[in-house]
């Protein structure tokens, strides 16, 4: 999807539809995924990571010295 009316259309549905948060990490852990990273200030996404899945390996980086904490 390149067309500039396609790209407008996708991010209207983004603003304006639900998130399907849960679903999305309880798809992705039930695909193998075991290891979350956000980005940006706070926790409040590795907290909810967490409620969905206790054993999730969670790491959050805010700056230079976090990523080179979580990428070693």
Do not use: H, Y
Request: hydrophobic share 45%; with cysteine; aromatic share 6%.
């Amino acid at each position: 999807m390149t067309a500039v009316a396609d790209i407008k259309e996708e991010l209207v549905n983004q603003i304006t539809n639900c998130v399907q948060w849960q679903k999305t990490i309880e798809f992705m852990i039930a695909n193998g995924v075991n290891t979350f990273i956000e980005f940006g200030p706070g926790r409040v996404l590795t907290g909810m990571v967490k409620r969905i899945d206790r054993n999730a390996r969670t790491f959050n980086v805010s700056d230079m010295k976090s990523v080179k904490v979580t990428i070693s």
